[in-house]
């Protein structure tokens, strides 16, 4: 059994950390910049984020690697660099989490799409398992497959990282529909990932991005219609992004975001975090709720 499965055991609730990207834009990283590449060139900075967040309450932190694939960073002209790079952000958070907390490899989708003949399946797990190798290689506890919209892209991923050893997380991220309900832009609704994710090696499934804290409410109670067991993990934007004077602005204050988390620990989440737009006062709204 892995640390977060343990863990959950002993406390059944846990906080995870918050946004990485809005984070590092607010530390310098500029527009059409590689995000990754920050492991290599500015390591005070990544390391410093996820420190935040921890001495904020949260039992966990990522990685600053979610687009840290080969087929993303070829668009940086990075590709041959993943190894490198991976292995870096994990050491970073590694450094910043000490021996007690838990480190998040985080992974996210290649931008490839198996139906359209991008990309082969195998050849997309060798991307995936060379991405989380190199997580593993510097420090990480569990990986964490997040923001997936393509059912069998985070299957394939789920199957790469649960071949490292480590625990495997994997969130979905779900749209609301006109007619109530939610599903990915693939067509996948949140029963739909539950089966696959965990014949695939996911001990922990749930969503994240895509909706603010009180859009989660029914994702998790969807999956919970379905499964009752497995443990879910829920990371929300704080609110639903408005674009304002140029800027993306994320609306919910840690307070309203604070306040989604009884309803969702009612619902059955078992781990909260935050995602674009949550800093490490949203975190530390949560963790007080949780901690209560």
């Not at 002209?77 to 958070?93: H, K, M, P, V, W």
């Not at 907390?101 to 990309?119: E, R």
């Not at 082969?120 to 991307?127: I, R």
């Not at 919209?149 to 490292?164: N, P």
């Amino acid at each position: 059994m892995g640390k977060i499965l343990e863990l959950l055991k002993k406390k059944k609730y846990l906080v995870s950390d918050g946004a990485w990207g809005t984070f590092l834009q607010a530390k310098g990283l500029k527009a059409g910049a590689c995000p990754e590449l920050w492991n290599i060139d500015h390591p005070e900075a990544v390391s410093d984020i996820a420190r935040s967040y921890l001495e904020a309450g949260a039992d966990m932190t990522e990685t600053n690697s979610f687009g840290g694939n080969s087929c993303k960073l070829a668009h940086y002209g990075l590709a041959d660099r993943a190894y490198e790079i991976n292995r870096a952000a994990a050491t970073l958070s590694r450094q910043a989490a000490g021996p007690d907390k838990i480190v998040l490899g985080s992974v996210g989708p290649t931008g490839k799409f198996l139906m359209m003949g991008d990309i082969s399946a195998d050849e997309l797990f060798e991307v995936f398992y060379e991405q989380c190798l190199a997580l593993k290689e510097g420090g990480a506890d569990a990986i964490v497959i997040e923001t997936m919209t393509d059912l069998e892209e985070a299957v394939i991923a789920v199957r790469a990282a649960a071949k490292t050893g480590l625990e495997v997380l994997c969130t979905m991220t779900f749209d609301p529909l006109i007619g109530g309900g939610y599903k990915t832009m693939m067509g996948i609704a949140p029963a739909d990932m539950i089966q696959p994710l965990i014949e695939a090696g996911a001990s922990v499934i749930g969503s994240n991005c895509g909706n603010g804290s009180k859009g989660m409410i029914d994702i998790v109670r969807e999956i919970r219609s379905v499964n009752t067991e497995i443990p879910v993990l829920i990371q929300a934007n704080a609110g639903l992004p408005i674009y304002k004077e140029g800027k993306t602005i994320f609306p919910e204050s840690p307070e309203e975001m604070a306040a989604s988390v009884p309803d969702l620990m009612a619902a059955g989440a078992n781990i909260i975090g935050g995602c674009c737009g949550s800093t490490p006062a949203h975190i530390r709204a949560i963790a007080a709720q949780v901690r209560k």
